[in-house]
């Protein structure tokens, strides 16, 4: 029986499911995000026939969003990827068409709460979330809840200098390790699972993916001696190809970590859906 809606608004696809009290997906759909979408309104009218398509959808009792930008006071404050959705607004829009409570986190930090409450981070009460994706996101639950920090900007872990001079997003997301691999004249590595792979046989990508190695271990060691996790968490598209890097990751954070850091568990995500997940998660804890 469904209890709530979540929807996970990505640059690329929108999903949007429903989940039962036990939060167990019982239907999902997607579609491409900006197909046939040339304006804000037509966005709009994109995830209220998706809502509308959910079997028995005015049955749940609440929906919850998840978006790609920085919200505050369930308002979309940015949203780099998406341009469409910055300032509109969706929750108002949504709460009085279907006449339900509406309630828009982070994408990131909603599947961050998945994670700690239902995925491998369940058992503890420190988890930390980094999705390596398109981008950089991530998320921090404590006890429980997401902690939002005092701007809402707790978990913003794309914007971490890693090497003194460049964030994360420019350095461990697929899209600056294709852009690497393009500017060392790699024309055929097209996504990052293409570059873990032909790192086997070349040497130049064999590199990338060790600066890549470096550069996360960096980003892990800072997170793990500043919030002190009981748990790291990683997801995200790049994770697809984690046997190339999760295993010397770990290896090598262990040999650099703080005698007290080095019981962090660092582990691969392992929820599907995610982000529909966390953002019905949002409808109980909001």
């Known amino acids: 029986m ?5 929807i996970d608004i990505g640059g690329t696809n929108i999903r949007v499911g429903a989940v039962d009290k036990n939060y167990n997906i019982i239907y999902i759909n997607k579609e491409g995000t900006l197909e046939n979408v040339t304006s804000s309104e037509e966005l709009y009218i994109k995830i209220k026939e998706m809502i509308m398509n959910v079997p028995n959808y005015k049955e749940a009792k609440a929906i919850g969003i998840g978006v790609p930008g920085a919200v505050k006071s369930n308002r979309i404050m940015t949203a780099r990827n998406l341009m469409y959705l910055k300032d509109f607004p969706l929750a108002e829009r949504l709460k009085y068409d279907f006449d339900k409570e509406v309630y828009i986190e982070n994408d990131a930090k909603v599947a961050a709460l998945a994670q ?12 930390c979330y980094i999705t390596l994706s398109t981008g950089v996101g991530g998320g921090v639950v404590i006890d429980k809840n997401i902690y939002q920090g005092a701007n809402n900007i707790a978990g913003y872990f794309s914007r971490m200098i890693l090497d003194g001079k460049n964030i994360a997003e420019n350095l461990i997301s697929g899209t600056a390790l294709v852009n690497k691999a393009k500017q060392n004249r790699l024309e055929n590595i097209k996504n990052s699972y293409n570059l873990f792979k032909y790192s086997e046989e070349n040497e130049i990508a064999s590199k990338i ?7 996360l271990v960096v980003l892990l060691l800072n997170i793990a001696i500043t919030l002190n996790p ?7 598209g790049v994770m697809n190809s984690s046997d190339y890097f999760l295993e010397k990751t770990r290896s090598q954070f262990n040999n650099l970590a703080h005698n007290f850091a ?3 568990k660092i ?14 998660m949002l409808c109980i804890k909001k």
């Open 2 to 6: 469904i209890e709530y809606i979540g």
């Open 116 to 127: 700690a409450l239902k995925g491998i981070g369940k058992d503890f009460n420190k988890v």
């Open 209 to 215: 993916v060790d600066e890549f190695i470096h550069d």
């Open 230 to 236: 009981d748990i790291i968490i990683l997801g995200g």
């Open 262 to 264: 080095k019981n962090t």
């Open 267 to 280: 582990e691969k995500a392992d929820l599907k859906e995610p982000g529909v997940i966390g953002a019905a």
